[in-house]
């Protein structure tokens, strides 16, 4: 896997056990306000899903011979 595709993959795994902090009543973020909390975190679960979802990151077998293929052919960068 590439850097990219690792980053993004632990901001989402951040995210996504921030929100289960959040559902179960823990405070992961100093905010009094419990509605601004749950805004703040369905807000960055929301954002790094998306990006996620939309990121094209070459993680399955299949997925690491398009970019190989990809890479041979000149069509994408290639990794450092």
């Known amino acids: 896997m590439d850097k990219g595709t690792i980053i993004r993959s632990i901001v989402l795994f951040i995210a996504l056990i921030n929100q ?21 975190a369905l807000s960055f679960t929301i954002a790094t899903s998306l990006i996620a979802w939309f990121k094209n990151n070459y993680v399955t077998t299949n997925g690491k011979q398009q970019r190989q ?12």
Not at 20 to 40: A, H, M, R, W
Not at 69 to 80: C, M, P
């Open 69 to 80: 293929i990809l890479e041979a052919k000149g069509l994408i960068r290639q990794k450092k």
């Open 20 to 40: 289960t902090l959040v559902i179960f009543g823990k405070s992961p973020l100093p905010i009094d306000s419990e509605l601004i909390e749950q805004f703040v």
